[in-house]
T-cell receptor, first 114, second 111 residues
């Protein structure tokens, strides 16, 4: 079974803090994704990485950056957290050789910025 | 650009059949997927349609009409555990490696 883990289920940070969200997958997947999920807005893509050290902006990259130094790990960075970044953050991975529409999601990190 | 439309809420009775529709506007369409998400849980993949027609997987079926830019998820013999949010998602030339998700349909199954 594919396993995608995220470093925290719940996180509370203060405005202006630098925040790191970590995601690790154990199935040697090339592609990894970061989404945020807000009520009534569904899942919106922040960034994705199609391979190590590769990254592409998604629909809402402003205020975020990412890092993919190792294949199994994809980090989302909030350079200076703001209250409008309070959200559920979901990481996903996918095998680029398999069913391209089948993504495996982690349990999510609920981030609150106060 | 891309857009997906699906109903925000659907209610159905245990044992019944429910259909969740999804219409999309996109360019260079590759396929339509469906994901299920229970409250507090992670989205999980249900199905994928690249070609017109019906795909069946147990109690769940998914349909696609490329000419109508329309698809649906059909849930039969509804069970209480089917209460969840259901998202349609499109992969196309714009999204490339990624998926563009709809806003989700909250399904409530009542006794």
């Amino acid at each position: 079974d594919v396993k995608v883990t995220q470093s925290s289920r719940y996180l509370v940070k203060r405005t202006g803090e630098k925040v790191f969200l970590e995601c690790v997958q154990d199935m040697d997947h090339e592609n990894m994704f970061w989404y945020r999920q807000d009520p009534g807005l569904g899942l919106r893509l922040i960034y994705f990485s199609y391979d190590v050290k590769m990254k592409e902006k998604g629909d809402i990259p402003e205020g975020y950056s990412v890092s993919r130094e190792k294949k199994e790990r994809f980090s989302l960075i909030l350079e200076s957290a703001s209250t409008n970044q309070t959200s559920m953050y979901l990481c996903a991975s996918r095998n680029s050789q398999g069913q391209l529409s089948e993504q495996y999601f982690g349990p999510g990190t609920r981030l609150t910025v106060t | 650009g891309q857009s997906l439309e699906q109903p925000s809420e659907v209610t159905a009775v245990e044992g019944a059949i429910v259909q969740i529709n999804c219409t999309y506007q996109t360019s260079g369409f590759y396929g339509l997927s469906w994901y299920q998400q229970h409250d507090g849980g992670a989205p999980t993949f249900l199905s994928y349609n690249a070609l017109d027609g019906l795909e069946e997987t147990g109690r769940f079926s998914s349909f696609l009409s490329r000419s109508d830019s329309y698809g649906y998820l059909l849930l039969q013999e509804l069970q209480m555990k089917d209460s969840a949010s259901y998202f349609c998602a499109v992969r196309d030339q714009n999204s490339g490696y990624a998926l563009n998700f709809g806003k989700g349909t909250s399904l409530l199954v009542t006794p």
